[in-house]
């Protein structure tokens, strides 16, 4: 599977941006779906991720109530809507597709398939 991250862009503190992330070549349905992020000098964290049928999602501490993850697998696309954006959401954001065991979604090395990034630049 290739998966294109899209919907990156320049937002001002408490507003919102909406990532999108398409999947090819692949069974889209047989994957959990996630997002990381990464600001330089820092290592890549986990920010949400969401099960093959968007019956069962994470969210880590510092987005979980201002960020939503979903799918719509007719489309093969994992969405990130994040409201209420700070300073400290600036970073890249990567899609990932993988097949984690329960509980271990929070895991990089969990996914095998990295979308190119996209950036997302909050300015307070």
């Known amino acids: 599977v290739q998966l294109q991250a899209s919907g990156g862009g320049l937002v001002q503190a408490g507003g919102s941006l909406r990532l999108s992330c398409v999947a090819s070549g692949g069974i889209f349905t047989s994957y959990t779906m996630a997002w990381f992020r990464q600001v330089p000098g820092k290592e890549r964290e986990f920010v949400s991720s969401i099960r093959r049928n968007g019956g069962f999602t994470r969210y880590s501490d510092s987005v979980k109530g201002r960020f939503t993850i979903s799918r719509d697998n007719a489309k093969n696309t994992v969405y990130l809507q994040m409201n209420s954006l700070n300073a400290e959401d600036t970073g890249v954001y990567y899609c990932?597709?993988?097949?984690?065991?329960?509980?271990?979604?929070?895991?990089?090395?969990?996914?095998?398939?990295w979308g190119q990034g996209t950036l997302v630049t909050v300015s307070s």
């Open positions: 990932a597709a993988g097949r984690p065991a329960t509980a271990s979604e929070w895991f990089e090395r969990m996914y095998t398939t």
